[in-house]
């Protein structure tokens, strides 16, 4: 990047699911939403929910959702098939029947139209959410994106119901492809 760029809210991916993988399973930091300077409540498990279920509804729309220290993330359909995410090592992930344009537009969750595909971000890094202090202030340092050279590894691969046993009894590391 060049000088004078501004700090990045996210360093990721993100790309749109068909509608139908409405399962959410993951292992990382949950069950419940965490970013990197607002986890430590958060353990490390094996956690599934809907789609829905991940959208936080604040009084006005906004980023939300995320979960830290991912190791793997899938999401199912009613058949067992589906497409799974696998950090080399870690990633944030975040699902929602919203667009990030959806929730920078609404003022009020009744203004976001629920879409059939799936948003799902897969990030590097994404931004502290700060105001340790005080409502609004900045995230600590260590806590931002910098305009700097950087890069993280994943593997997205889609599977069948019979590759998919292996969440059905509890294990906590999928198998290698």
Avoid: C
Wanted: glycine share 10%; proline share 7%; net charge negative.
């Amino acid at each position: 990047p060049s000088d004078g760029l501004p700090e990045l809210p996210r360093f990721g991916m993100q790309m749109s699911i068909p509608g139908g993988f409405e399962t959410f399973t993951w292992y990382g930091r949950g069950p419940f939403e965490n970013y990197v300077d607002r986890k430590k409540a958060a353990r490390v498990g094996l956690y599934s929910g809907t789609v829905d279920e991940q959208f936080v509804d604040y009084s006005e729309p906004q980023e939300n959702g995320n979960k830290t220290d991912v190791r793997w993330a899938a999401l199912i359909s009613e058949d067992g098939t589906g497409l799974m995410v696998t950090g080399l090592p870690l990633i944030e992930v975040s699902v929602h029947h919203y667009t990030t344009e959806d929730l920078d537009r609404a003022k009020h969750t009744h203004e976001l139209t629920h879409r059939e595909f799936i948003t799902l971000n897969v990030d590097g890094m994404m931004m502290g959410l700060g105001g340790d202090n005080s409502w609004g202030a900045r995230p600590h340092e260590e806590f931002r994106i910098g305009a700097e050279p950087r890069s993280f590894r994943f593997r997205i691969r889609p599977f069948t119901a019979e590759d998919a046993t292996w969440m059905q009894i509890g294990w906590t590391v999928p198998p290698l492809p």
